[in-house]
């Protein structure tokens, strides 16, 4: 399940986001970790992500899928701080 998610484009936050988004709305119960490309060392989103607005509203949206995981609620709250920063 893993490969369908990131495919050729495990660097591309949009792609990702929007494949996990998909799976999840079909009704697979795919693992949220899949986001973690995304983070530092530190376990925090990359800064250099604030610039991608697309990537950002795909994670926004994949968040709002959330089943209780910490990781798509950090997701939600970074993407929604950062896009509507802008």
């Known amino acids: 399940m893993k490969s369908s998610i990131h495919g050729d484009c495990d660097e591309d936050l949009y792609e990702v986001a929007l494949r ?7 009704g697979y119960t795919l693992p949220a970790d899949v986001l973690n490309n995304f983070k530092n060392k530190e376990g925090k989103f990359k800064q250099n992500l604030r610039e991608d607005i697309r990537g950002l509203m795909g994670l926004y949206e994949a968040s709002q899928l959330s089943i209780g995981e910490d990781i798509l609620e ?13």
């Open 20 to 26: 996990f988004r998909l799976l999840r709305q079909e």
């Open 74 to 86: 950090e997701a939600g709250n970074f993407s929604s701080l950062l896009l509507n920063a802008t």
